[in-house]
Nanobody, 124 residues
């Protein structure tokens, strides 16, 4: 059973940075697609970024140029570097994994595995 454990969330002022980490375990084959999703209070869950086994990345337009997704296969760890944070980035952030290639569009996409989430709060 795939297990995903996020860390690195916290409170930061607007313009600041945070790096989220996700430690993955419980699988024989590396997931084809890993990513970050988030849910803000009162809003629907949305995709933030995904990364495929070949390193191809997809970002939400709202975070492109500010966030960077990366992974260390040797350490089974996924990262999300978040810079120039805005108050609208406040949300619970979830690490996700799937044994299918990452979709190029996230409409209707629900990853197969989810972590428990880590809270990010950005104050203006």
């Amino acid at each position: 059973q795939v297990q995903l454990l996020e860390s690195g969330g916290g409170s930061v002022q607007a313009g600041g940075s945070l790096r989220l980490s996700c430690s993955a375990s419980g699988y024989t084959y590396i997931p084809d697609c890993m990513g970050w999703f988030r849910r803000a209070p009162g809003k629907q869950r949305e995709g933030v970024a995904t990364i495929d086994t070949d390193g191809t990345t997809v970002y939400a337009g709202s975070v492109k140029g500010r966030f960077t997704i990366s992974k260390d296969n040797a350490e089974n760890t996924l990262y999300l570097q978040m810079n120039s944070l805005k108050s609208e980035d406040t949300a619970m952030y979830y690490c996700t994994a799937d044994f299918l290639s990452c979709p190029r569009q996230w409409v209707g996409y629900v990853p197969g595995y989810w972590g428990q989430g880590t809270q990010v709060t950005v104050s203006s």
